[in-house]
C-alpha cells in the first residue's frame, strides 16, 4: 500500500500543478511491482475526479471552439486505439508517440514556448493521434503538446486539456465498466486513495498559484520531456 500512495502523491501533484502526466507517474511508478490490468482502473478512477475539478476551476479559459472539436477527435481516436492494441505491437506504438513528444517538447523550449497558429489539419491529426494514445494507454502528453502549443497561458492550458481528458474518462470509465475491467476491487483501491489524490492534488493548485506563468510553462515543456522519455524507456 506504501507505493500506491506513494504514487498517488507525486501522480496528483504534478496534476494540479501542470495539469496532465498523472497517468504516466503513476503507471511507471507502480509498473515494477504491479501489472497494468490492476493500475489502469485505478489511476482512472483517481483521474476522473481530478480532471473534473480542474476543468471547473479553469472553466473561464476554456476556448469552447477548439475544445470541443479536440473532444469529438480523441474519442473517434480511442476506435482505432483499442484496434491496434489487439493487433499492433504495442511496444513499437509507444517509442513513436515518446519520440514525436520529446522533440516537440524540445522544440518548444527551444523556442521558449511561443504561441502557434492553429491549424485545423493539425488539429485533426493530433486529435486523432491522442484519441488513438489515450484508448491504447490512457495517456494525454501528445495532447498536452499540442495544446502547449495553441494557448496563451497555463490557465487556458489546463481547461482545455483536463476538458478534453474529462470527455475521454468518460467515455472509458463506462467502456472499463462494461468490459469489466474496473472491478470491486478497483473501485475500493480507488475510494481508499481517494483523500490523498485530492490532498495531493490541492497543494498542486496552490503551488501553480506561487509560481510565475513563465517558470510554470517551463514546468510543463519539462514535464512534456520527460514523459516522452517515460513511454520510451517503458517500452524498451
Same mark, same amino acid.
Request: glycine share 8%; charged share 20%; hydrophobic share 60%.
Given at each position: 500500500m506504501f507505493w500506491w500512495i506513494a504514487a498517488t502523491i507525486i501522480a496528483f501533484f504534478v496534476k494540479g500543478l501542470c495539469g496532465f502526466a498523472n497517468t504516466l507517474v503513476f503507471t511507471t511508478m507502480l509498473s515494477f511491482g504491479q501489472n497494468n490490468l490492476a493500475i489502469s482502473p485505478v489511476e482512472l478512477l483517481l483521474g476522473y475526479p481530478s480532471n473534473a475539478i480542474l476543468t471547473w476551476k479553469e472553466r473561464r479559459s476554456i476556448d469552447w471552439k477548439m475544445c470541443l472539436p479536440l473532444c469529438a477527435l480523441v474519442l473517434a481516436?480511442?476506435?482505432?486505439?483499442?484496434?491496434? @492494441?489487439?493487433?499492433?505491437?504495442?511496444?513499437?506504438?509507444?517509442?513513436?508517440?515518446?519520440?514525436?513528444?520529446? @522533440?516537440?517538447?524540445?522544440? #518548444? @523550449?527551444?523556442?521558449?514556448?511561443?504561441?502557434? &497558429?492553429?491549424? &485545423?489539419?493539425? #488539429?485533426?491529426l493530433i486529435g486523432i493521434l491522442s484519441g488513438m494514445l489515450c484508448g491504447l494507454f490512457g495517456v494525454g502528453a501528445l495532447l498536452g503538446a499540442y495544446l502547449s502549443r495553441v494557448t496563451d497561458d497555463t490557465h487556458a492550458f489546463k481547461g482545455n486539456l483536463c476538458m478534453v481528458f474529462f470527455v475521454e474518462n468518460t467515455f472509458r470509465v463506462i467502456l472499463y465498466i462494461a468490459s469489466g475491467i474496473i472491478t470491486f476491487a478497483a473501485f475500493k483501491q480507488a475510494l481508499l486513495l481517494a483523500p490523498v489524490m485530492l490532498a495531493s492534488l490541492w497543494l498542486g493548485m496552490k503551488a501553480g498559484h506561487i509560481i510565475n506563468e513563465k517558470t510554470a510553462k517551463k514546468i510543463v515543456l519539462v514535464m512534456l520531456l520527460v514523459s516522452g522519455i517515460a513511454l520510451i524507456i517503458n517500452s524498451l
Open positions: 481516436g480511442c476506435l482505432p486505439g483499442a484496434f491496434l @492494441l489487439k493487433s499492433v505491437d504495442a511496444r513499437a506504438i509507444k517509442i513513436f508517440f515518446g519520440v514525436v513528444i520529446v @522533440l516537440i517538447a524540445l522544440e #518548444m @523550449l527551444f523556442r521558449n514556448g511561443a504561441k502557434s &497558429r492553429q491549424s &485545423r489539419w493539425v #488539429m485533426l
